[in-house]
């Protein structure tokens, strides 16, 4: 996820206006949770300021990994805090409240996806609708169940946590896993919408998703002649100025000014304090908080962090003219986003030169700067 998480935990990561591991907690705690414990370790203090003591009417508790070791590692560190059967849930993952319900009721039991191409997952193995492996991106799968980062335990669970280290120097949760199948009947339940957020791309399909199920809510000021079309939420004290066409759905928070003669469309948010110019065209993108995007500037499908300056008449290209989908820069290697749509990914306080040229792809660190008329090819 980097540069975006160079300052803000990935789970704080902005879904649709609230942090990605807010909508895991309010899930946990609509399914039945009587208590949340969140396991905290980089940018820690982030994630307490948010969530405090209760959150979605459940009382949290927080436990500290100091040394990040891997997922067992996690539950490990919150072993104190649990007694009784416990859910475990990646805290960077999407999915349908309803499936969560089902595995609090299937306890215990593991949460599966079905995926195409299970190679690059831990992949279940299931006979009679028990779990009687797992195996980790396997060249010739079992099956096509993937492991969806959820897990139903038993109390005794706690008692197998003390693994050794896997070929990745970590402490895997799927090894206390594999002991709880040696001794338990394990069941799974399938989720029927779920997404790792685990690249900038996938933070992106994470609030198009989001943004499904948004209904329109116009509480901040909009000019008359504005024009608002589809599901558009318009947060108290957002402005939307004289000439501008909003075309959702689309998300603009509280202090974000559009306008004039300004046009969103598609799955965009627009965070808190965003400041959008005349003339300007924003398209499937998140725009994250005191950013501000130059008069006659073009943004299609990109991630942008915390109070960047985009100058004015900077453009992001977003298409690769072969029509193969764009590629990007995932440590060290360049890899497909899968989306034959996307632009560029910009790290907090970036500032682009007026007249600057993004090419697709490109990914530019936190507090980097483009010289007036640059054409960025290559992430910086």
Do not use: C
Not at 107 to 115: D, N, Q
Not at 182 to 197: I, M, N, S, Y
Not at 200 to 211: D, G, H
Request: without cysteine.
């Amino acid at each position: 996820m980097r540069p975006l998480t160079e300052t803000t935990p990935k789970p704080m990561l902005p879904v649709a206006g609230k942090p990605l591991v807010a909508r895991t907690v309010e899930a946990a705690a609509a399914a039945g949770a009587d208590e949340i414990v969140l396991v905290v370790g980089y940018e820690g203090g982030a994630v307490r300021e948010y969530f405090g003591q209760r959150h979605a009417g459940t009382p949290i508790r927080y436990a500290t990994q100091s040394e990040r070791e891997g997922t067992a590692g996690a539950v490990a560190a919150a072993s104190e805090h649990l007694e009784g059967p416990f859910a475990v849930i990646n805290g960077d993952i999407v999915f349908d409240r309803e499936s969560l319900a089902d595995l609090y009721a299937a306890a215990p039991a593991v949460g599966s996806i079905r995926v195409d191409d299970p190679s690059n997952y831990g992949v279940f193995d299931v006979e009679d609708g028990t779990v009687t492996d797992v195996v980790e991106k396997p060249s010739d799968p079992p099956g096509r169940l993937a492991n969806a980062g959820a897990y139903a335990f038993p109390q005794e669970a706690l008692e197998y946590l003390d693994v050794p280290r896997s070929e990745r120097g970590e402490y895997e949760l799927t090894d206390v896993l594999e002991r709880v199948l040696a001794g338990t009947d394990v069941g799974h339940v399938e989720f029927d919408r779920w997404l790792d957020v685990g690249r900038p791309w996938e933070l992106l399909e994470a609030n198009e998703l989001a943004l499904e199920s948004i209904e329109t809510d116009i509480r901040g000021d909009v000019a008359s002649d504005a024009e608002l079309e589809g599901s558009v939420v318009v947060e108290e004290g957002a402005t939307v100025r004289s000439g501008v066409v909003v075309e959702g759905p689309a998300l603009l928070r509280s202090g974000a000014t559009v306008g004039p003669n300004a046009y969103v469309r598609g799955a965009t948010v627009l965070g808190e304090d965003v400041s959008v110019g005349h003339g300007v065209e924003i398209k499937n993108s998140v725009v994250m908080a005191g950013t501000s995007v130059g008069h006659l500037s073009y943004v299609g499908d990109s991630v942008l962090g915390r109070n960047v300056n985009v100058g004015a008449g900077t453009n992001v290209a977003n298409l690769r003219h072969d029509e193969e989908p764009v590629r990007m820069t995932v440590k060290g290697e360049r890899v497909s986003t899968g989306r034959r749509k996307f632009g560029v990914v910009l790290g907090d306080d970036v500032k682009t030169g007026i007249d600057t040229s993004l090419n697709a792809g490109v990914m530019l660190s936190a507090g980097e700067t483009t010289k007036p008329g640059a054409v960025v090819m290559q992430d910086r």
